[in-house]
Structures are given as C-alpha cells and as structure tokens.
C-alpha cells in the first residue's frame, strides 16, 4: 500500500484482444524531521515503476496525469534482463491491483 504522486503522464497501451495496460513514475516521499539533538533530517523520496491493467489501466488513461496523488494497493514484481551492452539489468514493479484517486477534481463553474 502507497500514497503518493504519479511522477510521469502514464503510459497507456493495448496488447492481445484490446487488454489494456497502463505505467508510470509514483513517488513516495517520507517527510524530514528534526532529532532532539537540533540535527536536520531532509525528506526522502523514492520512485517506483507502476503497472495497471484491464479496467484500471482504462481508468487511468481518462482521468490520471502527472502530479495527482494516488493510493495505490498492489505486489512487487522482480523481473531481469539484459540491455545492448550484455549487461544484467533488474526491474522491480509494482503491479497494482487497487487504485484511488486523491487529487480533489476542479469544480467547473
């Protein structure tokens, strides 16, 4: 489970039979503090590679942009491969499997 920004427009493809696959960038940033000894500790943001499909890919494509905030509900998956040099390249996704939306949508006045 993740709360955080998409960090890309997604992605958004067709693959056998019209199934729908959506990706993008999703950051996730742990807030900085300060310890009681006055030293500062900065923010920390991670980047994730997100993966939707079927009717959540489809969802995402109308209504999902850069910078909207999501939660994000899913599983890792590892994969490798190895790129034109011949070197060992590893891939981590997260394969989400629930989404909410959490950018509140303008009002059309």
């Known amino acids: 489970m993740l709360i ?3 960090g890309t427009e997604p992605e958004v493809r067709y693959v ?4 729908a696959v959506a990706r993008f960038r999703f950051a996730t940033t742990e807030r900085g503090y300060t310890l009681q000894n006055g030293t500062q500790v900065p923010d ?3 980047w994730h590679n997100v993966l ?4 959540l890919a489809e969802i995402v494509e109308k209504y999902v942009h850069k910078g909207d905030k999501l939660y994000i ?3 890792l998956r590892y994969s490798t491969y190895d ?3 011949g070197q060992r390249k590893y891939v ?3 394969w989400a499997e629930n989404m909410e939306m959490l950018t509140p949508k303008e009002s059309k006045e």
């Open 92 to 94: 981590t996704e997260i």
């Open 83 to 85: 790129d034109k040099q």
């Open 16 to 19: 056998d039979q019209g199934v």
């Open 52 to 55: 939707l499909w079927r009717r």
């Open 73 to 75: 509900e899913g599983r």
């Open 44 to 46: 920390h943001t991670d």
């Open 4 to 6: 955080g920004n998409v």
